[in-house]
T-cell receptor, first 112, second 113 residues
Framework: DTGVSQNPRHKITKRGQNVTFRCDPISEHNRLYWYRQTLGQGPEFLTY????????KSRLLSDRFSAERPKGSFSTLEIQRTEQGDSAMYLCASSLGSGTHYFGPGTRLTVT | DQQVKQNSPSLSVQEGRISILNCDYT??????FLWYKKYPAEGPTFLISISSIKDKNEDGRFTVFLNKSAKHLSLHIVPSQPGDSAVYFC????????????FGKGTHLIIQP
């Protein structure tokens, strides 16, 4: 059984560029979550999907952030016009309905 | 406004002894609580969870206690081992875990030989 995978593991970009991260959940999990973690803080919930439906997106940090899960399997998180304050670890998690969230290894974003 | 608080940024415990990590919450709607362990440059790893209908859950060396009246939970690790050295996060949900989790800031546990 493979766990949650995320790509890329590291991304360095220049301010103003767009970036996209991918998350592949555990195959039978119908819920997929995105979190952001900055230094010294716990993960901060951003958005989640049940199958292909995005059920919560009010926590997305700004309108520069968007997420998709077009076929109810993998998901992408896009940040447009990146800013230095976007530098963080972006974590994806999946779950089977309610219950435990299983996290991927994260994507480390550095905006220069 | 932090709804989940871990007031000890770090904790040092001797190998073989008990480690006790504490967590307080303010939202009375939280009904599901989890503990995660995190190593640097990795995602959080699930350890143990507890529903608000219980006051204790045990899994091997890990036990979580929930005191709803005090809005407090704790994680006990017995006996502590060197591999337990990591950052431990307390998390809570008001949807039985179905919605997003609210995390504390974490406690860095250091197991001394």
């Amino acid at each position: 059984d493979t766990g949650v995978s995320q790509n890329p593991r590291h991304k360095i970009t220049k301010r103003g560029q767009n970036v996209t991260f991918r998350c592949d959940p555990i195959s039978e999990h119908n819920r997929l979550y995105w979190y952001r973690q900055t230094l010294g803080q716990g993960p901060e919930f951003l958005t989640y999907f049940q199958n292909e439906a995005q059920l919560e997106k009010s926590r997305l940090l700004s309108d520069r952030f968007s997420a998709e899960r077009p076929k109810g399997s993998f998901s992408t998180l896009e940040i447009q016009r990146t800013e230095q304050g976007d530098s963080a670890m972006y974590l994806c998690a999946s779950s089977l309905g309610s219950g435990t969230h299983y996290f991927g290894p994260g994507t480390r974003l550095t905006v220069t | 406004d932090q709804q989940v608080k871990q007031n000890s940024p770090s904790l040092s415990v001797q190998e073989g002894r008990i480690s006790i990590l504490n967590c307080d919450y303010t939202n009375s709607m939280f009904d599901y609580f989890l503990w995660y362990k995190k190593y640097p440059a990795e995602g959080p790893t699930f350890l143990i969870s507890i529903s608000s209908i219980k006051d204790k859950n045990e899994d091997g060396r890990f036990t979580v206690f929930l005191n709803k009246s005090a809005k407090h939970l704790s994680l006990h690790i017995v006996p502590s081992q060197p591999g337990d050295s990591a950052v431990y996060f307390c998390a809570a949900s008001d949807g039985g875990g179905a919605d997003g989790l609210t995390f504390g800031k974490g406690t860095h546990l250091i197991i001394q030989p």
